[in-house]
Structure formats: C-alpha cells, structure tokens
C-alpha cells in the first residue's frame, strides 16, 4: 500500500507525464533509500520534494516494521504455528462421530489417553497453553485454543457432527452452560460432564446431560475398593495398562440393519470370529433389563446392546460388522 500510495502521489504530483512504472521505480529507490538518482525531476518542484520527504519518513518506518514483523514471523516460528492451527481446523471440519473433550487439566488429559486408547477420535477445547502441550504430549491431538463456554469455539470443534462431548472445566457453572448450548447444538450428541457440588447433578441432567461424574465420588469409591478387593483393582488395572495388548470392556449395539438381526449369540459367532469375551446383553429399551453372562442361545434384537471384553482391534472390527 506505501508502494502503490508513494507511485500515484508521483503520478498526480507530475500529471502523468513520467511514465507510471518510473513512478514506482521512483518510490521504491527513496523508500529503499538506494540513491540511483532522480527518474523524474523532483529537485526543483517544491510539491515533489515535500511529498519524497513525507513518504521516505513515514513510509520508510511502515517498511521496516513490515519487514522485523515477518522476519519475526519466520524466526519465532509463529508463521509455523498459524500453518499448523490452519491445518488442525481443515483436520477438525473433516472429523464426523467424534468426540470433544472441554478441558485438558486433571480430568480432562487421562480421559483423552483412554479415549486415544480406544481409537477414538478426540478434539480438546483449552484456553491454557500449558494444558494444551501437555495434551500434545499424548499424540497428535486436534485442539481449539480459547474458551469452551464461547459458542464459537465449540462450533469451530464440530460440535453439530460429533458423536459426545465430556465437560472437565473445574467450574460447575460453566459445564452446566457448556452443556445447555451443547444441547441445543445437537439434539443427539451424548454428553458427560463434570460435577463437583452434588446439588447441581439434577441441573445438569435437566438441562441435556446423559451422565454426570464426580471425580471424588468415584474416588472415594476407589479407595473403598483397594481396601476391600484390592485384587480385583489390582486386575482392571492391569488390564488397562497393559503394555502386551489394549483389552478394554466395551459396547456393541445391533443396528436394525446388522444381519445377524434374529440370529442367536452362537449362530452369529462373535465370540470365535473377533476373538470377544461376552459378558453380558441389554435389551433395547432404555431402561431395559441387562443379562450377565447370556447363553448362546440368547437371540439378538435390534437396539440389543452387548457388553465384551478383548483388544480394542478386535472391538472395533466387530462394531463394524454390527
């Protein structure tokens, strides 16, 4: 723009007589401070003289601070950090069924290594940069930098697309607004969130949430069951951290259009084909009756939901198939 004022100033000034690439070529040595000489008869002409000195003063200095600015750019790796978050929203828009997690602290960072775990795909919402490179510490994890409870922010995370949400702010408050807009976003998304008081638990399922958890409920729990059953901790632990395979309890869900629709558990041959453990079977209804350990003669419905255990590979392969 200094370039293109500094050549029409000349242009105007000299009432277009001197050729308009001279003009620029005029404007480029005085801001550039060359000194190639005169292209077009300036000295002399007091309104050219006055006009040089304002463009080389100002003009000038708008340069140079064009030029630190993009050196910076390239120097500080800023203009790496805008490629990657412009990368990261191309990556984020393309995502469908996935899973947005409003957080990364104490709750939020080992829910996204379980999430991760199951082959999940996961996008953070996190205002705190130390958060978020420590959330990228765990693998390349798409994250939003700014606020959850910004209504923007969450529609830049898919939240239209995606499959559930997990609210782990440390404030009430705010899960219970993120959870609200998340609602109204997406009548279907599936919405965990955070609790800490245990009077707004009635609040946040009343306004859209499908579970509520209390880390120090659950907590507490744990602590009562090292005490009691310390080896069946110590077994679901190792089962989750196990370095020799990922073996995960999970869900299958018969869809109206599976084949094995009316088959029974042993006609349809999960147990054999992915290598599952089926540890029970719930039938469609919401509230519906779940059967621990059902029998291979057990028929498969329509919105039936199994609960197994084994790899996560084999668990994935198999949600496929239903």
Same mark, same amino acid.
């Given at each position: 723009?200094?370039?293109?004022?500094?050549?029409?100033?000349?242009?105007?000034?000299?009432?277009?007589?001197?050729?308009?690439?001279?003009?620029?070529?005029?404007?480029?040595?005085?801001?550039?401070?060359?000194?190639?000489g &005169?292209?077009?008869? #300036?000295? !002399?002409?007091?309104?050219?003289? /006055?006009?040089? %000195? $304002?463009?080389?003063?100002?003009?000038?200095?708008?340069?140079?601070?064009?030029?630190?600015?993009?050196?910076?750019?390239?120097?500080?790796?800023?203009l790496?950090?805008?490629?990657?978050?412009?990368?990261?929203?191309?990556?984020?828009?393309?995502?469908? &069924?996935?899973?947005? #997690?409003? !957080?990364?602290?104490?709750?939020? /960072?080992?829910? %996204? $290594?379980?999430?991760?775990?199951?082959?999940?795909?996961?996008?953070?919402?996190?205002?705190?940069?130390?958060?978020?490179e420590?959330?990228?510490?765990?693998?390349?994890?798409?994250?939003?930098?700014?606020?959850?409870?910004?209504?923007?922010?969450?529609?830049?995370?898919?939240?239209?697309?995606?499959?559930?949400?997990?609210?782990?702010?440390?404030?009430?408050?705010?899960?219970?607004?993120?959870?609200?807009?998340?609602?109204?976003?997406?009548?279907?998304?599936?919405?965990?969130?955070?609790?800490?008081?245990?009077?707004?638990?009635?609040?946040?399922l009343?306004?859209?949430?499908?579970?509520?958890?209390?880390?120090?409920?659950?907590?507490?729990?744990?602590?009562?069951?090292?005490?009691?059953?310390?080896?069946?901790?110590?077994?679901?632990?190792?089962?989750l951290?196990?370095?020799?395979?990922?073996?995960?309890?999970?869900?299958?869900?018969?869809?109206?259009?599976?084949?094995?629709?009316?088959?029974?558990?042993?006609?349809?041959?999960?147990?054999?084909?992915?290598?599952?453990l089926?540890?029970?079977?719930?039938?469609?209804?919401?509230?519906?009756?779940?059967?621990?350990?059902?029998?291979?003669?057990?028929?498969?419905?329509?919105?039936m939901t199994?609960?197994?255990?084994?790899?996560?590979?084999?668990?994935?392969?198999?949600?496929?198939?239903?």
């Amino acid at each position: 723009m200094v370039i293109l004022g500094g050549s029409i100033g000349y242009y105007i000034i000299f009432k277009g007589e001197p050729s308009f690439i001279d003009c620029i070529y005029m404007t480029v040595i005085s801001l550039t401070t060359v000194g190639y000489g &005169e292209v077009i008869p #300036v000295t !002399g002409n007091n309104t050219a003289q /006055l006009f040089t %000195m $304002v463009l080389i003063t100002f003009g000038g200095g708008v340069l140079l601070y064009g030029i630190s600015t993009l050196t910076a750019l390239l120097i500080e790796g800023e203009l790496s950090g805008l490629l990657r978050t412009k990368q990261m929203q191309k990556q984020i828009e393309q995502l469908r &069924e996935h899973y947005i #997690v409003c !957080g990364g602290g104490q709750t939020g /960072l080992p829910l %996204m $290594v379980e999430l991760i775990k199951n082959s999940a795909q996961v996008v953070l919402i996190e205002l705190n940069e130390t958060q978020i490179e420590r959330a990228r510490g765990i693998g390349e994890v798409p994250y939003i930098r700014g606020d959850a409870t910004d209504d923007h922010n969450l529609l830049a995370a898919g939240i239209e697309r995606a499959s559930g949400i997990f609210t782990c702010l440390p404030s009430d408050k705010d899960n219970l607004y993120i959870t609200m807009t998340a609602r109204m976003y997406n009548k279907k998304i599936r919405i965990i969130s955070r609790m800490i008081d245990e009077k707004i638990r009635p609040k946040l399922l009343k306004a859209g949430a499908d579970g509520v958890v209390s880390p120090s409920a659950i907590g507490a729990l744990r602590m009562a069951s090292e005490m009691i059953r310390p080896t069946a901790v110590d077994f679901l632990d190792r089962m989750l951290r196990s370095q020799r395979g990922n073996l995960r309890i999970h869900q299958l869900t018969v869809s109206t259009e599976s084949a094995k629709v009316g088959k029974t558990l042993a006609e349809s041959d999960i147990e054999k084909r992915f290598n599952l453990l089926i540890l029970g079977a719930k039938e469609s209804a919401l509230n519906g009756e779940i059967e621990f350990n059902p029998p291979p003669t057990q028929r498969l419905e329509p919105g039936m939901t199994l609960i197994v255990m084994g790899e996560v590979e084999n668990i994935v392969r198999a949600q496929k198939d239903f």
